[in-house]
T-cell receptor
Framework: NAGVTQTPKFQVLKTGQSMTLQCAQD?????MYWYRQDPGMGLRLIYYSASEGTTDKGEVPNGYNVSRLNKREFSLRLESAAPSQTSVYFCASSELANYGYTFGSGTRLTVV | TQLLEQSPQFLSIQEGENLTVYCNSS?????LQWYRQEPGEGPVLLVT?????EVKKLKRLTFQFGDARKDSSLHITAAQPGDTGLYLCAGISGSRLTFGEGTQLTVNP
């Protein structure tokens, strides 16, 4: 099925460990996004990529880095995980914002 | 930072009741979207409203965009257990979405 695929679905990290969250879309969308979702705070934008080769900071970029590997793939890296980064992470893609975003099913990350 | 406030934050009703969820901002948005999210899944787009005063209907769901394009409402008629989920509004400015905190709706049989 066409859509956005995120891996892994679940991950537990120790404080200070690093990891990369993977995201791939097969809809030929130009724009891709990383959000985190915390209770009572909605979805907050971490980084986005308006097109292949470009990335920009969102609302909460500290502690994260991203790579737009090609048009399909957009990864999110935590270099040194902290308990405050415990969250559910969603990747999304879109062609035009007015057409809506297509979201992946999320990665639930716990940092202990 | 453009903020979107949703109310109520939580809503628990019985099957067959009607309900309205509100999304308010002090900022003007070019358009606004509503998404529904189920546990363990990402949000799924329900509707986009573009014109001030616009009303769109999706079966038992009615969406309205305020005249000044700063607020929106979602009305559900005769709610069913299948309507249970987290409802999110999102304002569009440029190419980016700003999401509200969401309204968690539970419809009890």
């Amino acid at each position: 099925n066409a859509g956005v695929t995120q891996t892994p679905k679940f991950q537990v990290l120790k404080t200070g460990q690093s990891m990369t969250l993977q995201c791939a879309q097969d809809m030929n969308h130009n724009s891709m996004y990383w959000y985190r979702q915390d209770p009572g705070m909605g979805l907050r934008l971490i980084y986005y990529s308006a097109s292949e080769g470009t990335t920009d900071k969102g609302e909460v970029p500290n502690g994260y880095n991203v790579s737009r590997l090609n048009k399909r793939e957009f990864s999110l890296r935590l270099e040194s995980a902290a308990p405050s980064q415990t969250s559910v992470y969603f990747c999304a893609s879109s062609e035009l914002a007015n057409y809506g975003y297509t979201f992946g099913s999320g990665t639930r990350l716990t940092v202990v | 930072t453009q903020l979107l406030e949703q109310s109520p934050q939580f809503l628990s009703i019985q099957e067959g009741e009607n309900l309205t969820v509100y999304c308010n901002s002090s900022s003007v948005f070019s358009s606004l979207q509503w998404y529904r999210q189920e546990p363990g899944e990402g949000p799924v787009l329900l509707v986009t409203v573009v014109t001030g005063g616009e009303v769109k209907k999706l079966k038992r769901l009615t969406f309205q965009f305020g005249d000044a394009r700063k607020d929106s409402s979602l009305h559900i008629t005769a709610a069913q257990p299948g309507d249970t989920g987290l409802y999110l509004c999102a304002g569009i400015s440029g190419s980016r979405l700003t999401f509200g905190e969401g309204t968690q709706l539970t419809v009890n049989p």
